[in-house]
């Protein structure tokens, strides 16, 4: 009896060591257990579903941040009084007729390519660049008094720093402001740019720390993503219902397809003509505004009226024009109507 047990037994060890062991299964393979709820995630799935959230969590927290920064009590210069000056240049360029090029390479060149498509659905001339094909041709692009948008979160990408080292060693475009678009103020493209708009990142949700190591762009480019969002949204504004509205408008008229298409169709008026004619908007010029609201009703309107009188604003964006080449306060362009 014990011999015949021995033998069985040893027939058994000999017969699974000859049997192929069975692959492993993969997180979505493995199946449940016979006590385990079907729907159940496993112990590794849970894991890596753990991670999911708490990724995206990080990605909200440094949204908030990034609020806070322009929204609390930052140390240092003000970041509010930085994006007021770096927006009322932008709007000057936009008032005399020029474009913004948004410049990068990497992942943050797909970023801006979103971006300059937005302004193109908002009516705002821009341009995508890359910083390569900008040393072989490309930098023709540029016209002078363009605003160049230099957008780097480490501010140290050598391609970025070598053309904007080129564009005044050459005197192109010698007119044309540059903007840093960086997570670091102190970066050296900030330190060579004549505005920065920053992307702040806290320390604490830098990606090494946040993906175990791993350096892969996420959490930057989503912050360079909404930083630039918002930056062409604010000049698109106009800060008055009238022009929302107007902008709106341009938004639909330049996505006929697709789902926003689809939402915003409407019958094609009998009299095109007359219906621009009952679109055109006026801005009331009361000669107390300021000079980011007064670029604001020459570049988002289609008239100014002031003391009584109507004022073609594409004549008021030219005359504003040569005012600032020559060196003439706005007021006085105004005062002289």
Request: aromatic fraction near 6%; hydrophobic fraction near 40%.
């Amino acid at each position: 009896m014990k011999q015949d047990l021995f033998h069985d037994l040893r027939r058994l060890i000999v017969a699974r060591r000859s049997t192929p062991a069975a692959p492993a299964c993969s997180i979505s393979q493995m199946p449940p257990t016979k006590d385990d709820d079907p729907q159940r995630p496993t112990c590794a799935f849970q894991d890596v579903y753990s991670r999911y959230t708490d990724l995206l969590h990080s990605h909200v927290l440094a949204a908030r941040d990034l609020y806070l920064y322009y929204n609390g009590d930052a140390d240092g210069p003000s970041p509010r009084a930085d994006f007021s000056a770096t927006y009322n240049t932008l709007m000057s360029c936009l008032a005399d007729g020029r474009k913004l090029v948004f410049v990068a390479c990497g992942k943050s060149f797909r970023i801006i390519a979103k971006t300059v498509a937005t302004c193109h659905s908002l009516g705002i001339p821009a341009a995508v660049l890359h910083p390569t094909e900008a040393m072989h041709g490309d930098i023709g692009i540029v016209a002078d008094g363009d605003a160049l948008l230099l957008c780097s979160h480490s501010g140290e990408t050598d391609e970025l720093l070598h053309l904007a080292a080129y564009l005044r060693s050459a005197r192109l475009a010698p007119a044309s402001p540059l903007i840093a678009v960086t997570g670091d103020p102190a970066s050296t493209l900030a330190r060579r740019a004549h505005h920065v708009i920053t992307v702040f990142q806290p320390p604490h949700l830098r990606e090494r720390v946040v993906q175990d190591g791993l350096n892969a762009p996420t959490i930057a480019t989503t912050l360079m993503l909404l930083a630039l969002d918002c930056l062409v949204l604010a000049l698109s504004d106009g800060g008055s219902p009238c022009a929302r509205r107007r902008r709106a408008d341009a938004f639909a008229a330049r996505h006929p397809g697709g789902s926003i298409g689809s939402h915003a169709a409407a019958p094609a008026p009998e009299y095109p003509e007359q219906s621009a004619a009952r679109a055109a908007t006026v801005a009331h010029y009361a000669g107390s505004e300021t000079l980011p609201e007064f670029l604001h009703m020459i570049v988002t309107h289609d008239y100014v009226r002031v003391r009584g009188h109507l004022h073609s604003a594409t004549a008021l964006r030219h005359r504003y024009a040569r005012a600032s080449r020559d060196g003439i306060p706005w007021t006085q362009i105004m005062s002289d109507l």
